[in-house]
């Protein structure tokens, strides 16, 4: 133990081991490949690491107990990091930006627009989206998967979030993405305020796009606040939200505005993300397209999806919870300390960047048995999944727990059996997958799939009762933080 490392008074735990030095390597790193830089930290020093960057101290912490920790059991003692906060265009705090009670209000807020009504209408959008996109192709095809994904959650995201009376067009919401992007990104770099002044190409751009945005968002809100017509999509769903005593406008409407390019900045390459990785390992693991294949003809078969089917598709949810566990799109999640707290037996000082990570813990042998290998069925054993959902944090866990789980479940498992019910899907090239890390993790430079037509798959369909809705994420399903 370094010096850095001993404790200063004997009774504090010590602090987390690891390199010394501002880390300009790491820094370096970081931009090229930070899974691999947190691999060889973690080779050194183990599952919790403290580094200094910039001046600033980080704890990465990959040991799924202390995970939970910084989520679960000990949240109170995190906040958003500094990242989060005066994101452009937000001029307010929002569900992902906000904390403490400011958060617990804007959650409870946001509960009904993931409820009954709300689902039922994103679910239809999902099945028809999904079905207009496999009517494209053609037998023999090679398509860009990535890039059919890409655009599938964008059309689902624009009608669900907008509703159907509003023809938005996607290259909109995709510049608004970007453009969110490109702030965030300017926001880590030093003079901010100053890169955000000058007439940059990408400052333009972000401008015109969020110009553009912000009329399709207050037509929407506009239009909600007319109680005569009734409307179910998200954004009118929050416009209508009431809080505790029932009194209307508890989301005011700049508040809305905000909380709907939140909405496409991580509702969106989160979900293309996750779909193309399923497309991905489908692909290259014959036997589970083949399972697939065979639990959609049997439960669909040649008539039309329905929204109830997601809950009778258990191997293409699997398929879907498998691909998270290995290729999670958000891989990490960042919180600072507020104050002194200890985490995995370490102590964390107030102002630590902690940075929990999910890969390792996705792939912890004690955990799963083969991580390496891709295998739907493990999520299909009732006597694992309680061990497993130990060290499982695709949508994060405690209170700031990904409030669209059920959405971004939905989604997936209706592009799967939408594609499975007519094409084969085939990989072109069976060489490693090309990753970007950056932001999202997710395939970089597309993904070239041959498309082939199925006939004589579609046999009769089998339509059990859904079962009752349950999260297959966790234990029970999240609630609203709520005071200790
Ligand atoms: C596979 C797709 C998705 C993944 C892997 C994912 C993952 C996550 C994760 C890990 C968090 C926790 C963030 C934190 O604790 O700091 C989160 C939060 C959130 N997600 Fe998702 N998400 C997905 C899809 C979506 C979609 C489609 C939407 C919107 C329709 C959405 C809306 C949100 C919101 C609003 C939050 C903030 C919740 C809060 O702080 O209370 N997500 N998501």
Redesign the pocket.
């Known amino acids: 133990m370094n010096a850095e490392h001993r404790p200063a008074d004997r009774s504090r735990p010590p602090l987390p081991p690891g390199p010394k030095g501002r880390g300009i390597r790491h820094v370096l790193g970081r931009l090229r490949d930070f899974p691999k830089v947190l691999n060889g930290l973690r080779g050194e020093y183990g599952d919790v690491v403290s580094y200094n960057l910039l001046n600033r101290r980080f704890v990465a912490v990959c040991d799924p107990a202390a995970i939970r920790e910084v989520?679960v059991t000990k949240q109170r003692s995190f906040h958003?990091t500094f990242g989060y906060k005066d994101m452009r265009p937000m001029r307010n705090p929002t569900?992902?930006s906000g904390d403490g009670d400011d958060?617990r209000r804007?959650?409870k807020l946001?509960q009904p627009s993931f409820g009954k009504k709300g689902m039922a209408a994103y679910s239809e959008i999902m099945v028809e989206k999904a079905q207009a996109m496999r009517e494209r192709w053609s037998d023999g095809e090679v398509i860009d998967g990535a890039g059919e994904m890409h655009e599938l959650a964008m059309n689902v995201?624009i009608t669900?979030?907008f509703g159907r009376d509003m023809r938005v067009d996607p290259k909109i919401g995709q510049a608004t993405v970007d453009g969110c992007i490109w702030d965030f990104t300017l926001r880590f770099l030093p003079f901010t305020a100053l890169l955000r002044a000058l007439p940059l190409p990408g400052n333009l751009r972000a401008r015109r796009a969020w110009k553009a945005m912000d009329e399709v968002v207050y037509e929407v809100i506009r239009r909600a606040r007319d109680r005569s017509r009734d409307r179910s999509d998200?954004i009118s769903l929050l416009v209508r939200a009431e809080d505790d005593e029932g009194v209307e406008r508890a989301f005011s409407d700049e508040e809305v505005r905000d909380e709907a390019f939140?909405?496409l900045m991580?509702?969106?390459d989160?979900?293309s993300?996750?779909m193309t990785f399923c497309l991905d390992y489908i692909a290259r693991n014959p036997a589970v397209r083949d399972r697939l294949e065979e639990e959609v003809d049997n439960v669909v078969g040649s008539r039309p999806i329905e929204p109830a089917d997601s809950a009778r598709l258990p191997y293409a949810t699997a398929i879907f919870q498998e691909a998270?566990r290995q290729s999670?799109?958000?891989y990490f999640?960042g919180?600072e300390a507020i104050e002194d707290c200890v985490i995995g037996g370490y102590f964390i000082p107030k102002g630590t960047i902690v940075q929990t990570y999910f890969r390792p813990a996705h792939h912890n042998p004690h955990y799963f048995e083969s991580p390496g290998e891709f295998r739907p069925e493990r999520w299909m054993d009732d006597a694992d999944l309680r061990h497993m959902k130990q060290s499982y944090?695709?949508?994060?866990s405690?209170?700031?727990?990904?409030?669209?789980?059920n959405?971004?479940t939905r989604?997936?498992v209706y592009a799967l059996a939408s594609i499975v019910q007519r094409w084969r899907v085939e990989a072109v090239s069976l060489k490693p997958t090309r990753i970007n890390s950056a932001g999202v993790y997710r395939i970089s430079e597309g993904l070239p799939l041959r498309v082939r037509e199925r006939k004589a798959q579609v046999t009769g369909s089998h339509r059990p009762p859904p079962p009752s809705p349950s999260c297959p994420w966790m234990d029970s399903p999240p609630r609203p933080e709520t005071r200790q």
Do not use: D, N, Q
């Not at 944090?393 to 994060?396: A, E, S």
């Not at 405690?398 to 789980?405: E, K, L, P, Q, V």
């Open positions: 989520l958003k569900i992902a958060h804007r959650r946001y995201a669900a979030f998200l939140v909405l991580v509702g969106h989160t979900s993300s996750a998270l999670p799109p958000l999640l919180r944090f695709p949508f994060g405690g209170a700031r727990m990904c409030i669209a789980w959405f971004a989604e997936a």
